[in-house]
């Protein structure tokens, strides 16, 4: 008798009678301007946020960054916003991005309740380690892609299977010494999300 | 159990007594949870349907339960489609086993892991360890007591019981940072730069998980420090690790429990990574470890099964009025406070027949659990399975059975509270002998009134008022 | 025909707060209760229950159920006894149709005062600063109150009976509903944490400038009554039903 075959045995014995699956029909929260929202929680999460006009405004807006400024290396994954000063395709291994500074990623839906933006692995190109090892990460993001809550965001994604996608949620943080508050531990120091539209 | 707890089990009592004799330790820890359970209240009190949310989070995991087999079946097919290899445990020992085996077999020295109390719970490290292989613990407050040799205590935030003096003085004679350095905006970066080597080196990366989806085959992690991110998109090999509990139906379930749980775990809105690892990378390998350990005993069990439910968000701990001034390790378990109490005697109800008496049933766990689990009414029910058991000490035993029989007989009882209230006002000190002490030692004694409400009752009866006082 | 209100008393207010019980014998007069106090009444079974003594528990609950069943309605100046009838009774004896009938129908003081008589005016003066300490039995198992871990339309039914008191200035500790550390057999198994308990109560109470810490459970105020005199506090204990005593109800 195999673990696997023993665990399901078990498992089924030891059960309660089975139930229907339970649907969520409670009435989330919902907010006169998602938009406005998603903004005011980017700052919340101590995310920067930039609301701007077009592509092109997104452009100069990721160029304007203090952050991108100050970068020698820099990779963009959106087309028109940034600039790569590698070809991110012709790295060879994930920890060559190591002195990565600045990345630029696109993500769909972005969430008013939590400021979060999802991010599927398709977005990333050859390595999905950019997003996490840039030193600092700019979200790009649409209007049109802004929903109230996490049900609506699990209604519009669909995974890629096999494959990769993340909620982030402004830069990455830590409070495990003594509670404080530190912006910045293993992931983005950083992150501005650039919202177009 | 993992390596070597400070505390042994079964002595909640009088580890709590020491922990807070310390008296700036204790306000300093007792502060530090009550912090993380405000900053839950503003998280919960933003959204409105929370009470709603908290009941579907509690329904989608009691049904999970009425199915779990099924689901996990469901689960490693669509993994297996994915690419992804599914192992499955009976126990500590097997789950050990079959992650060395990976990793042995691959040739891996260097692990990268992220916070998974199961392996906790197994006593993984220890076990790779012993066999040759580096694992270094991702997660700040994890590094932090690795570095320290010490176990967490707490499940979110591993380093609670820590200053930030004394982990200046471990990154001082660990990582070299200057004598003397303790903020914690410095400490941070020291360690960034430390673990940042450590996920470049790595061979191989190690998670818990959060979630599994059974729908889609794919596993949730999620982490503030993207450290799980880190430890699995660098090194081309990812183990996850799982109790049987964790499997969900569907991905939109997801829209409810990540809704509740970084808000009961932080008060943050969510997480700042919450990622859906749908297979390996690409010329990678990922493997899922299923692990029962116990988990299809408690399954069984009608009044404790709700335990299964747990998303490990620590917000009883936080709530916990003794967590908090006890201190994790005073409970000499993996995982402390009310939910570990229950999941621990549990596991040994012998060697910790202590934990269901170190709570005053206050039921603030209760109210905060996110997936309302009822964990004071299991603490409650885990009692008279203690005294079933004969594990409830016989002095005890004896005292209720004693004070029982006197209050099946009235005028026994009337007799009882009589010399009762007599010592109380004439010999008070011989009612501070024996079990009195531990009440009289800090408080003091009950008032000796001459008579008691029925004597009262009695005496202006008989007075012919109307029959009443 | 007014409904007939069984009168219980716990063992140890019986014992120990006598003025508690007639107190609380006074209120449901003044509210016009056909009140009785039947006699071979003792204890509700909690301390055994608690120490997971079932056995030791069940002939008193027995014996609570054959006493109060011929009243229409149950009252007690203690949370955490009619809990222990109303929620707990059922882990003792199950379920059957006459304890379910007991037990709905008991009820704690206030619990009583505003679910069952509907009294929204209370008239008399109690020129105090009034600290409440919330009991856990009666907050989160009664529901006495909003417990502050819930996200819902905030209610008190205690704060409600005082707060037209004139004179009375309630005040509100930090830490609004924490456990004061009493619990039963805790307050001596777990002596250290529970006298903590107790004290931060005693503190942030009277941080908040309580001159009289009042509420529904008096093992809750005798254990900080307790921790305050060794601690030369001068703060007060008074159970709510004495407070309540003095004023006019409807």
């Known amino acids: 008798m195999s673990s696997r075959d023993d665990i399901l045995r078990a498992l089924r014995r030891a059960g309660p009678p089975p139930t229907p699956v339970p649907e969520w029909t409670g009435r989330a929260m919902r907010f006169d301007d998602p938009v406005s929202r ?17 592509l092109a405004a997104a452009d100069a807006a990721v160029r304007g960054l203090e952050t991108w400024r100050r970068a020698r290396l820099t990779a963009t994954l959106v087309p028109g916003v940034g600039r790569s000063s590698l070809d991110l395709d012709a790295v060879a291994r994930p920890q060559d991005l190591r002195d990565l500074e600045v990345a630029v990623v696109g993500g769909a839906p972005a969430v008013a309740e939590n400021g979060a933006v999802w991010i599927p692995g398709s977005r990333l190109g050859r390595h999905r380690a950019v997003f996490v090892i840039a030193e600092h990460l700019v979200l790009v993001v649409r209007a049109e892609d802004v929903v109230h809550t996490m049900h609506e965001a699990y209604q519009r994604i669909q995974f890629e299977r096999p494959g990769w996608g993340s909620f982030v949620s402004g830069p990455s943080k830590t409070a495990d010494i003594e509670q404080a508050l530190v912006i910045g531990a293993h992931g983005a120091r950083s992150c501005a999300v650039v919202l177009i539209g | 159990m993992s390596g070597s707890l400070p505390v042994p089990p079964g002595q909640h009592p009088r580890a709590a007594a020491r922990f807070l004799a310390q008296e700036t330790r204790v306000r300093r820890h007792d502060a530090a949870g009550w912090h993380l359970r405000s900053n839950r209240d503003r998280g919960a009190a933003s959204v409105p349907e929370w009470e709603a949310l908290r009941e579907a989070a509690s329904a989608i995991k009691g049904h999970v339960l009425s199915r779990l087999a099924d689901y996990l079946e469901e689960f490693e097919r669509n993994a297996a489609q994915n690419g992804i290899q599914v192992h499955w445990a009976r126990d500590g020992a097997e789950h050990n086993a079959i992650v060395h085996g990976l990793l042995a077999g691959r040739g891996v020295t260097r692990v990268v892991k992220s916070k998974s109390m199961l392996t906790e719970e197994c006593g993984l490290n220890p076990f790779l360890e012993a066999r040759g292989i580096e694992v270094t613990d991702t997660d700040l407050g994890e590094r932090i007591v690795q570095l320290l040799g010490e176990p967490p205590s707490h499940i979110v935030v591993p380093a609670i019981h820590r200053t930030k003096e004394e982990i200046g003085e471990l990154f001082y004679r660990r990582l070299g940072t200057p004598a003397g350095l303790a903020d914690p905006t410095a400490l941070t970066e020291a360690a960034r730069h430390h673990l940042r080597q450590k996920f470049l080196d790595a061979q191989a990366g190690i998670t818990g998980v959060n979630f599994a989806i059974a729908e889609t085959g794919g596993v949730v992690v999620v982490t503030n420090e993207g450290n799980a991110d880190m430890g699995t998109s660098l090194p081309p090999i990812h183990v996850a690790c799982m109790g049987v509990e964790k499997v969900v139906p569907r991905a939109r379930d997801l829209g409810v429990l990540l809704r509740v749980l970084a808000r009961s775990a932080t008060g943050q809105p969510s997480s700042v990574y919450a990622s859906h690892f749908h297979g390996p990378l690409p010329g990678g390998e990922m493997h899922v470890v299923i692990v029962d350990n116990g988990r299809s005993a408690i399954l ?20 916990c009025p003794v967590y908090r001034r006890s201190g994790g390790y005073s409970y000499g378990a993996t995982i402390p406070g009310p939910i570990g109490s229950v999941l621990s005697a549990l596991r ?60 099946r007989r009235p005028a026994l009882y009337a007799l009882a509270g009589r010399v009762v209230r007599f010592l109380l006002r004439a010999a008070p000190w011989a009612l501070r002998l024996g079990p009195g002490a531990a009440w009289a030692r800090q408080r003091a004694l009950p008032p000796g009134p001459r008579e008691s409400f029925r004597d009262l009752w009695q005496r202006r009866a008989a007075g012919g008022e109307g029959g009443t006082p | 025909m007014a409904p007939t209100v069984g009168l219980f008393i716990p063992c140890y207010v019986d014992q120990l707060y006598p003025e508690v019980g007639l107190a609380t014998w006074q209120v449901l007069r003044q509210v016009g209760a056909d009140v009785e106090f039947p006699r071979g009444q003792t204890c509700c079974g909690q301390p055994m229950a608690n120490s997971g003594c079932a056995a030791e528990a069940r002939p008193l609950a027995e014996r609570f159920l054959r006493l109060f069943e011929r009243y229409d309605q149950v009252v007690a100046p203690s949370g955490s006894c009619v809990s222990m009838v109303r929620h707990h009774y059922r882990e003792l004896l199950g379920d059957r149709p006459d304890l379910e009938r007991v037990a709905s129908r008991t009820f704690e003081l206030c619990q009583w005062l505003v679910e069952v008589r509907g009294i929204s005016r209370v008239e008399g003066e109690f020129r105090r600063k009034v600290g409440l300490h919330r009991s856990c039995h009666g907050l989160r198992e009664l529901r006495l109150g909003r417990s502050s871990e819930r996200v819902e339309a905030p209610y008190d039914k205690v704060r409600q009976l005082l707060a037209p008191l004139r004179g009375i200035e309630l005040v509100e500790p930090s830490r609004p509903d924490e456990c004061c550390g009493f619990g039963g057999t805790f307050a001596v198994n777990e002596e250290a944490v529970s006298c903590l308990m107790g004290r931060d109560r005693l503190a942030d109470q009277e941080k908040a400038g309580a001159e009289v810490i009042t509420g529904v459970d008096a093992s809750c105020l005798m254990h900080l009554e307790g921790l305050a005199r060794r601690e030369g506090r001068r703060v007060e204990v008074m159970h709510v039903a004495r407070i309540l005593s003095q004023a006019r109800l409807s």
């Open chain 1, 38 to 54: 998603f903004l005011e929680t980017v700052t919340a999460v101590a995310g920067t946020p930039l609301r701007v006009p077009d």
């Open chain 2, 300 to 319: 069984a069990r009608d009044a404790f099964r709700p335990s299964l439910w747990c998303i490990r968000c620590g917000a009883c701990l936080n709530t």
């Open chain 2, 348 to 407: 040994n109800p012998r060697a910790h027949a202590d934990l269901p008496f170190a709570s005053s049933l206050c039921g603030s766990c209760s109210d905060v659990c996110p997936v309302r689990i009822d964990l004071h009414q299991e603490l409650l029910a885990f009692r008279r399975e203690l005294a079933g058991q004969g594990l409830v000490p016989l002095r005890k035993r004896l005292a209720m059975k004693a004070a029982s029989l006197v209050m």
